[in-house]
């Protein structure tokens, strides 16, 4: 009698089975729309990286422009005012490289660190490398625009240049590079991951959706069978109706009422049934 009582009727299994179902489509979906956000996020942090490795491309063709320009003008005898105006064309496009760069660099420690990737440190160092590039470049201009003629010390302080550019420069691709690496890396890894994720979550989904319907649509397409096979009965005036006992649910409680009105209406016959033969019997009496 305690089990009838606390029985869960069919609408709170439906709503039960539905919502187990609802909650594992929104598990996936937010398991998804999580990855594919993260992915989206290092993807933009990866171009951003290949961006910074654009602009450190321009600035060697920028720094090697220098170079020929600087030495064309020593070569050539040039005086202090020509190669100061000489050079001027190309420092300018030099100069904004190294802001743009500053600020990515910036930018990109902060992406770093979001990401939990311990490349800070590599990027403060250089940071400072691209500030000693740029020194490097305004200590040559202001040598190279110095009221001198003396064609060795100006080429000493190209070469100087050149040989103290070069390594910094190449110090800090190699720094873009590992951490492009890192981070192509991680969305590999994530891949990975979300693969295996998706494989797990339809591995447990399908013997959830076999699960809802076994023990719960299935069953009740075949006690909806039974009922009908008795309204059927009924139709026909076949009231020897006997519907099992069932869950005390929706159902369960149609199979009662279909029982207590198929013994009603038997009851009913019988009693016609009597009244008839007694009426037949006053007849025949008369």
Request: charged letters at 25%.
């Amino acid at each position: 009698m305690s089990h009838s009582l606390f029985a869960p009727s069919l609408k709170t299994k439906l709503a039960t089975g539905a919502a187990l179902l609802g909650a594992a489509t929104l598990i996936t979906a937010a398991i998804l729309y999580l990855g594919m956000s993260e992915v989206a996020r290092r993807l933009d942090t990866a171009l951003a990286s290949e961006t910074r490795m654009a602009r450190y491309s321009s600035l060697s063709t920028q720094a090697a422009t220098f170079l020929v320009v600087a030495t064309e003008t020593i070569q050539t005898g040039q005086p202090a005012e020509v190669r100061a105006d000489r050079l001027a064309t190309v420092t300018g496009p030099i100069r904004e490289t190294f802001a743009r760069l500053q600020g990515d660099v910036e930018a990109a420690v902060g992406q770093a660190r979001s990401l939990g990737l311990d490349e800070q440190s590599r990027y403060g160092t250089q940071s400072l490398g691209l500030a000693r590039m740029e020194a490097l470049m305004e200590h040559t201009l202001d040598a190279l625009s110095a009221d001198t003629s003396d064609r060795d010390q100006l080429r000493a302080q190209v070469d100087a240049f050149a040989s103290g550019f070069d390594p910094l420069l190449n110090q800090a691709v190699n720094t873009e590079v590992r951490f492009r690496n890192a981070i192509l890396g991680q969305i590999e890894d994530l891949r990975r991951r979300l693969a295996r994720t998706a494989l797990v979550i339809g591995a447990l989904t399908v013997p959830l959706v076999l699960g809802f319907y076994f023990w719960l649509i299935r069953p009740q397409f075949r006690r909806l069978d039974q009922l009908r096979h008795a309204a059927r009965q009924i139709g026909q005036e076949d009231f020897a109706v006997s519907l099992p006992e069932s869950d005390p649910d929706e159902i369960g409680q149609l199979y009662s009422e279909t029982n207590r009105m198929a013994a009603a209406l038997e009851a009913r016959r019988a009693e016609v049934q009597a009244e008839w033969a007694r009426l037949n019997e006053v007849i025949a009496e008369r």
